[in-house]
């Protein structure tokens, strides 16, 4: 495991099974929210998916299982793959919850097993911000790549680059130029929610964040046909850009 990757799993181990109880409900409270109306739990994600009942998904830095849960009570086979034993402990009580199967394996993501997992999925997704956690884009792409089944999608949807420049979603993250490719030490994304005296204290991550080009360039170099990329408004400024999200192929 990188080092860079010991100093993420440090913070995303920190309250973090308290914290999704707070902000989150107990999983028993999540699951009923889930069950009653899983797909709208998914939001504007749920139109890439063509179908959900028997489909193997990869949920990339699933984290509490918010979009992992909906989707396995929508009939998918889902596996998590996340660095923190927390997000594990929510997401799996909010499973058995729900009463559905919910596969979670806590790994450094560029480590997945491939011996188990080469080829098995017919889709991988990412959601919500994650490919600022890894240094080397290339590297986290070929890892994509080397899960899927000939044929399988992935979706990727992370933040817009934009927010290099200007924080339209509000995340309380530094700007820089459009194309530093400085990495930098910055507070684990729920740190803001805690009081000054708990944020203090919290473990930072190492971020690089990386300009349009280079991901899609990225997602093509490593193999992928790209077939789609949308781009989504900022949620309190539909003017602004805030997300992305590719589809892609493996060729």
């Known amino acids: 495991m990188k080092e860079y990757t010991k100093q993420h799993k440090k913070a995303w181990e920190y309250n973090a099974y308290d914290f999704w109880v707070k902000n989150s409900g107990t999983p028993a409270e999540r699951a009923k929210e889930d069950a009653a109306d899983p797909e709208k739990m998914l939001r504007k994600y749920a139109q890439y998916f063509d179908s959900y009942k028997g489909v193997r998904i990869a949920n990339i830095c699933g984290s509490c299982g918010k979009k992992a849960v909906p989707l396995a009570l929508l009939g998918a086979d889902v596996t998590v793959f996340d660095i923190s034993e927390e997000n594990k402990r929510y997401a799996m009580e909010t499973a058995q919850a729900a009463n559905v199967p919910l596969n979670y394996e806590v790994c450094d993501i560029l480590e997945i097993d491939l011996e188990k997992y080469a080829g098995y999925f017919d889709i991988v997704f990412m959601e919500g911000g994650i490919l ?120």
């Open 132 to 251: 600022h956690y890894f240094h080397t884009i290339d590297e986290f792409m070929k890892m994509m790549y080397s899960i899927l089944k000939p044929g399988g999608k992935m979706i990727c949807s992370d933040f817009h680059p934009f927010t290099k420049i200007l924080d339209s979603l509000n995340l309380g993250r530094p700007t820089m130029s459009y194309f530093s490719t400085d990495v930098y030490e910055g507070e684990m994304a729920h740190a803001r929610f805690f009081p000054e005296e708990i944020r203090s204290q919290m473990p930072k991550c190492s971020y690089r964040r990386y300009t349009m080009s280079e991901i899609i360039n990225s997602i093509i170099r490593c193999g992928f046909c790209l077939k789609q990329l949308d781009e989504h408004p900022a949620w309190e400024n539909d003017s602004l850009p805030g997300e992305f999200t590719a589809i892609a192929i493996k060729n």
